[in-house]
């Protein structure tokens, strides 16, 4: 006797009358169900027949208190076995292959869970907002469809253990999906899982990811995919909660991948060689970051990311211009394959203290300005260093550079606790290179032929300069330096405006082979007693402008002084210039204790060429033929003075003296023309000593302009100066 009963059905009018009294089936005999079976039971509620394999055409049609039907052996059933089922929330059908169209139409908006074990694809939008389906169980599925689940906003859970598929939008705007299962899948489309509330992806074997795919996902706090190698553009964008990401066998990503992801912290993919567009704009939270197979880094790339702390990049060859510009909290990079810094690369780094760079060969500017923790810089390859490149690394005490040859203007500007400097195969430096800094005591670089401008500007602790090669000192390179005592430089041949302005502990200097010096080159070294330039010819404006301590100068070969030359050498007593032919204004004015001169080649005294030299009583320049307005003013020990070459004498040039003897034009045959001031001391009064002309012009000197006023006092001499 069988122990299975088939529900024939056919007759509704007999369907109608069961469904009346019946509100609910549990039945594990019934094997089928025929056309009709249950129509219009509306009191039935529940329907579970665990041995039922086909369900007719119609056969819940319009059972509309039916919530529940379990059919676990089902493998034939009708697209409208459920119509009119309205009010239908949770169903399974464990043997289907395939789920007819339509076959849940009428309960879309009630349907709460769907288990169907044997259902092998789920096709293009088949659950399209079903707005009450909460879970969904598939154990079969391979393949999910374009849009299967979009929009089903109460969708909490989805299992599929055999899917490998998971089409565009398949689940996209589940806004409380939160549990998924898809241990097979390795394909998941555009826009999948978009604005999901999945906190983790556990799909294990997945390999490719699509466009925004797990977009939006605020609530997806960490990825770990090991076999993902291909992730499209934007997958993970704006996943606001996410926190790190690892994909150690990724090889193709596309752009913007993780943008607006502002809470990421941890990224790892070592195997992916380059970095795409906006890949992690907006990620203001980085803080680690480790991608071993990066070949270059691009522009700007991490630029502005102020919490990034760390990144490990060791296939990097190149880095692009600002990539990690204002990463403020940087503290540790380590690119160990880099062999180009673009310019600003680290500028800002202001926390960047440890970085490894062994292959890097050029440096470019700004580089890394202003990391101010940095406090070593190791460069073994380094051939090139750029413009400010090292500018204002305040907290930088050593650098190795054993390769480097070039280094542009400004490249250690400021760095203030630097204080050694080896530099042993460069030849060629720029301008104002270790301006400020104040800590710098040793420099050696022996193969360096100029010094540029303000090289050693304010460099307030530097003692010592090895540079065997220098022959030029540029504008100044050593100015406002306080502790440099002594220099000693055997092949410079010039040297440049202010060179050793101000520095006020220099005590001796020597530059045997120096043909020029150049204006201001010693202005204000307070401590300089002597100075020998046995080669130089051209000593320039306010060369040696307030030494006042400086007492010998010793210029042999000097042919001009410049104007303020030796202005306010206070102690200056001896001056050893005899090939000098012109010295510019003022060049001694206020050189109080100098007695002497000897200027045998001299052509003509400038304006205030001596003015103030209170103790001058000597002086010896045979050929000079102009006297300059305040020559000889205020030397108040002059009393005779001898100009045999004189030929025109300006205003007030022995004003403020007490000159007894003026032996002038001896040599010439004319009258020297005279200022009528020359001689004036002060209010309406005149000193005017006896003047001696040769015999012949006496009464043309009486009767000459501005001398008829000391007419008297006129002589005629034969003499000639002494020698």
């Not at 826009?191 to 074997?205: E, G, R």
């Not at 291909?230 to 606001?240: G, H, L, P, Q, V």
């Not at 760390?310 to 909290?329: M, W």
């Not at 290179?433 to 100029?450: D, G, P, R, W, Y």
Request: overall charge negative; proline content about 3%.
């Amino acid at each position: 006797m069988s122990n299975t009963i088939d529900i024939l059905g056919d007759d509704v009018a007999a369907a109608q009358l069961i469904g009346k009294m019946l509100s609910e089936i549990e039945d594990d005999r019934i094997k089928n169900v025929g056309d009709y079976a249950f129509y219009q039971c509306g009191s039935l509620t529940n329907a579970t027949l665990t041995s039922a394999t086909a369900i007719g055409a119609m056969a819940f049609y319009q059972c509309n208190s039916l919530i529940t039907v379990s059919f676990p052996r089902v493998s034939s059933i009708y697209s409208d076995s459920f119509d009119g089922c309205s009010k239908l929330q949770n169903v399974t059908l464990g043997s289907i292959t395939a789920i007819p169209t339509g076959l849940l139409t009428s309960c879309s908006s009630t349907l709460k869970m769907v288990s169907m074990d044997s259902v092998l694809s789920i096709s293009a939008s088949e659950f399209y907002s079903r707005s009450a389906l909460t879970s969904v169980y598939f154990s079969a599925v391979t393949a999910i469809g374009v849009s299967a689940f979009d929009t089903c906003r109460s969708l909490m859970t989805a299992i599929f253990p055999a899917a490998s598929i998971v089409g565009s939008s398949a689940f996209r705007n589940c806004t409380v999906l939160s549990n998924i299962s898809f241990p097979e899948a390795v394909f998941v489309g555009n826009y999948a899982f978009a604005n999901a509330v999945i906190t983790s992806i556990p799909l294990s074997k997945l390999a490719t990811i699509g466009i925004y795919a797990f977009g939006g996902c605020t609530h997806l706090v960490s990825v770990a995919l090991s076999s993902v190698t291909t992730i499209d553009n934007e997958a993970f964008a704006y996943d606001t909660g996410l926190l790190e990401v690892t994909f150690p066998e990724i090889t193709t990503i596309g752009s913007g991948v993780f943008r607006g992801c502002s809470n990421l912290q941890s990224v790892t993919m070592n195997k992916i060689t380059a970095l795409t567009s906006s890949m992690f704009y907006s990620c203001n939270n980085l803080v680690m970051i480790s991608m071993d197979s990066l070949s270059s880094i691009s522009a700007a790339e991490f630029m502005d990311k102020s919490t990034l702390k760390s990144v490990y990049f060791s296939s990097v060859s190149e880095i692009g211009q600002s990539a990690f510009r204002n990463c403020t909290n940087l503290e540790i990079a380590l690119l160990s394959s880099v062999t180009t810094i673009s310019p600003y690369a680290f500028y800002i780094c202001s926390s960047l203290n440890t970085i490894s760079f062994p292959l890097t060969s050029a440096i470019s500017y700004y580089a890394f300005a202003n990391c101010t923790s940095l406090s070593s810089a190791i460069f073994p390859e380094v051939m090139s260093i750029g413009r400010n490149a090292f500018q204002n690394c305040s907290g930088l005490t050593s650098v190795s550079f054993p390769k480097v040859e070039t280094i542009g203007d400004q490249a250690f500007y400021g760095c203030s606790i630097l204080s050694n400097i080896i530099f042993p195969n460069v030849t060629s430096i720029g301008s104002k290179l270790f301006e400020s800094c104040i800590n710098l005591q040793s420099v050696t670089m022996n193969k360096v032929t100029a010094i540029p401008s303000g090289m050693f500007s304010n460099c307030s602790s530097l003692k010592m300069v090895s540079m065997d090669s220098i022959l030029v000192l540029s504008t100044s390179a050593f100015e406002s330096i306080t502790s440099l005592e002594s220099v000693y430089f055997s092949a410079v041949t010039s040297i440049g405006s202010k060179v050793f302005n101000n520095n006020t502990r220099l005590m001796t200097v020597s530059f045997p082979a120096a043909l020029l010096v150049g204006s201001y080159a010693f202005s204000g070294c307070t401590s300089l007693e002597s100075v020998n330039f046995p080669s130089a010819t051209t000593i320039q404006d306010g060369a040696f402008y307030f030494c006042s301590s400086l007492k010998t100068a010793k210029l042999p070969s000097a042919t001009s002084l410049g104007y303020n030359a030796f202005y306010g050498c206070s102690v200056l007593t001896d001056v050893t210039a005899s090939l000098v032919k012109v010295i510019g204004t003022n060049a001694f004015n206020g050189c109080l204790s100098l007695s002497t001169v000897h200027f045998s080649s001299l052509e003509s005294i400038q304006n205030g060429t001596f003015a103030n030299c209170s103790s001058l009583t000597s002086v010896d320049c045979p050929l000079a033929s102009n006297i300059g307005s305040y020559a000889f003013a205020s030397c108040s020990s002059l009393s005779v003075l001898w100009l045999p070459n004189a030929m025109s004498i300006g205003s007030y040039a022995f004003g403020w003296t007490s000159l007894q003897s003026l032996y002038i034009g001896t040599n010439t045959s004319s009258v020297c023309m005279l200022a009528a001031s020359a001689f004036w001391i002060g209010g309406n009064s005149y000193h005017y000593p006896d003047v001696y002309v040769p015999e012949s012009l006496v009464d043309s000197y009486k009767t000459a302009t501005n001398w008829r006023a000391l007419s008297s006092c006129i002589y005629g001499t034969s003499l000639s100066m002494p020698a």
